[in-house]
């Protein structure tokens, strides 16, 4: 991890949010500005990235300098345990400290190269993925970590922000609070996710 300069890490306390889709963009982006970017998804038991980038049955190669990434991009590599399974749509099933054990592995052993952001995809919950993925990079300083969520029923319609724009801004503005900047919600994504496009 002496070599990446960013870590940040993509959370969601609730699975299917779109955090695997965020993260993927968030690494195109960076590699769209020239940027040197891993992704590692770290979702153990349902690993999306492989499929999401049309990247199913791909393999990884291990040299005496470590595992290496899939590249997407000459400037993007790609690490999940979806390259590692013989059948992307069977479950895997581990307990906890097989799971840390990939995970730890994932963190010294793939050979990344110099990266400027590594962006890491990790499963929704509260698991010991999380706790894991936290102290393994703890030593090395998170950068970021970026909590994903979208509530399609608050309950109380005034509640919701125009989405025509601005609203999210106004309230930071209200708040105190810098905007950072807006994902754009696109319904076409998670159909082309799940297309592998």
Not at 67 to 87: D, Q, T
Not at 121 to 145: K, N, R, W
Request: aromatic letters at 8%.
């Amino acid at each position: 991890m002496a070599t990446v300069k960013h870590k940040i890490v993509v959370l969601s306390g609730k699975g299917g949010v779109g955090k695997s889709a965020f993260s993927a963009q968030l690494a195109f982006a960076f590699a769209a500005m020239d940027f040197q970017v891993g992704l590692l998804d770290i979702d153990i038991c349902g690993p999306s990235i492989p499929k999401m980038l049309g990247l199913e049955g791909q393999e990884i190669h291990q040299s005496n300098i470590g595992w290496s990434p899939i590249y997407v991009e000459s400037n993007l590599g790609v690490m999940s345990i979806g390259f590692m399974l013989p059948n992307p749509d069977e479950a895997v099933i581990w307990r906890g400290p097989r799971k840390n054990g990939l995970i730890k592995q994932f963190l010294k052993e793939v050979y990344w190269g110099e990266l400027d952001f590594l962006v890491v995809d990790a499963p929704p919950g509260t698991l010991d993925e999380h706790i894991s993925i936290v102290q393994f990079l703890q030593a090395t300083g998170i950068d970021g970590a970026v909590t994903y969520s979208h509530n399609p029923t608050t309950g109380v319609p005034d509640r919701f922000f125009d989405t025509s724009g601005g609203g999210a801004a106004k309230m930071c503005t209200d708040m105190g609070v810098p905007f950072l900047g807006e994902v754009p919600l696109d319904p076409q994504l998670s159909k082309a996710a799940e297309e592998g496009r």
